[in-house]
Structures are given as C-alpha cells and as structure tokens.
Nanobody, 124 residues
C-alpha cells in the first residue's frame, strides 16, 4: 500500500512557475513508476508526465514539453513537478500517481495509487 500527498499548488500569474511535490509513504517507493496527471473542470483526467524507477527515463505530454520537468528523490520518497512558463490552460487539479512494475505507461487506469490532488490556477 502506498499513500501519496501532493503539495505546492496555488495561484500564479501566466508566465510564472510552481513546483509541486508528492510525498509517498512506504519503503518501496523506488520500485514504483511515478506519474503526474491533471484534470480541468468538465474534462477527463489527462497525463502530464511520468518518471521511471531510477529517474533516468521520463515522458511528457506534448503541451508541457520544454516547460515542465519531472524528477524524483528516492531517498526522500518524493516526486516533483517543476512547472515553468505557466499558461492559463495549465489550470487544473494536479494528481500524482504510483504504478507498480517497470513499464512506463501514461493512461490513468494503469496506476494503482493516487493522491488527493492539488489545485493549480494560472491567471492570465
């Protein structure tokens, strides 16, 4: 069982930056693929970024490439999402999620554990 808690959401002006953190419980954090997803009002939950066990492999949705960076610190059981050059369309509730197993996947249904979400609002 893994419990996830997100931190770092808030209100920011367009062009600004935020860093989200997701703290995980448990001693097997390093064996989970970690992902960030987001859900805007009236829309489906969508993939944002994912990182492999070691952090060596990452993947991003096209709309955030070059602006967002996912990273992890296995010693601290934490995954991060650095968000730069934020746009109004990035406004959403952001969720971190954990997936057991070695394969990087980007669909929400493939993830086993979810945090409660943190609101990110970008004002234009």
């Amino acid at each position: 069982q893994v419990q996830l808690v997100e931190y770092g959401g808030g209100l920011v002006q367009a062009g600004g930056s935020l860093r989200l953190s997701c703290a995980a419980s448990g001693r097997t954090f390093s064996t989970y693929i970690m992902g960030w997803f987001r859900q805007a009002p009236g829309k489906e939950r969508e993939f944002v970024a994912v990182i492999s066990w070691s952090g060596a492999n990452t993947r991003y949705t096209d709309s955030v490439k070059g602006r967002f960076t996912i990273s992890r610190d296995n010693a601290k059981n934490t995954v991060y999402l650095q968000m730069n050059s934020l746009k109004s369309e990035d406004t959403a509730v952001y969720y971190c999620a954990a997936r057991s197993g070695p394969i990087i996947l980007t669909t929400p249904v493939e993830y086993d554990y979810w945090g409660q979400g943190t609101q990110v609002t970008v004002s234009s």
